[in-house]
């Protein structure tokens, strides 16, 4: 299957506006290379989930580690979405999977499969008030937003679609702000940053069964 041309982002317009987000292109790729990554380490016998799982929690934990280090963002966990969140508490950034309109300006992409209902409150202007009161001390490179900086917060997704074709995959994305989510999917988009796809190869199937039996030497004594 040939991969469908997209409609070019403007790198230069892209890189200006991740800028005046506080993040980079090269963030969002990275977390894009982990998620591929860990995704090939699951084989055909583990459960059908594990992919996707170990994928997500690269991603997650690339996007954290690459803002916290570089541009001192915090840990944010915003009404059960595991964010990264710019030092003033006014932009976090999760990540989600989206259809094959993904990164293409000219089209209106969706989320590839329904979100629960946090992805619609902060959609709606983030009205969920989070709880300011920990027991104990904040761990490190973490946030509390107060009920004033969690009602300014706008939560900014990393949208990607994975391609594959022989042994390369592509992936479409863009950084993306919600606008309306109806049942579980984003249905209008309040700003799109469409940005260069990311691309890997290399990919090889695991060996799940091995190729034959393994003989052992056992000394009988």
């Known amino acids: 299957m040939?991969?469908?041309p997209l409609a070019a982002p403007d790198?230069?317009?892209?890189?200006?506006?991740?800028a005046a987000l506080g993040t980079k292109l090269?963030?969002?790729?990275e977390a894009l290379r982990a998620g591929e990554e860990a995704r090939r380490t699951a084989t055909l016998n583990h459960p059908a989930n594990t992919a996707g799982t170990r994928a997500y929690e690269e991603h997650v934990r690339i996007l954290r580690e690459m803002h916290i280090r570089h541009e001192g963002w915090k840990r944010l966990r915003h009404d059960y979405l595991e964010v990264v969140c710019s030092p003033d508490g006014a932009v976090a950034i999760g990540v989600m999977p989206g259809d094959a309109a993904t990164g293409d300006p000219l089209l209106s992409p969706r989320n590839a499969r329904r979100r629960g209902g946090s992805t619609a409150r902060v959609a709606e202007e983030n009205a969920f008030q989070q709880m300011e009161?920990?027991?104990g001390p904040r761990p490190r490179n973490e946030i509390v937003l107060s009920k004033e900086e969690t009602q300014r917060l706008q939560v900014w997704f990393l949208v990607w679609h994975r391609h594959q074709v022989g042994d390369k995959v592509f992936f479409p994305c863009e950084l993306s702000l919600p606008g309306d989510v109806t049942d579980g999917y984003v249905t209008r988009w309040e700003q799109r940053i469409p940005l260069p796809a990311f691309q890997m190869d290399g990919i090889e199937r695991l060996d799940d069964d091995g190729d034959g039996e393994i003989d052992i030497a056992i000394d009988f004594r």
Do not use: G, I, M, T
């Open 2 to 4: 040939a991969v469908l």
């Open 11 to 18: 790198n230069n317009d892209c890189h200006a506006r991740l």
């Open 26 to 29: 090269e963030y969002l790729h």
């Open 133 to 135: 009161l920990f027991a």
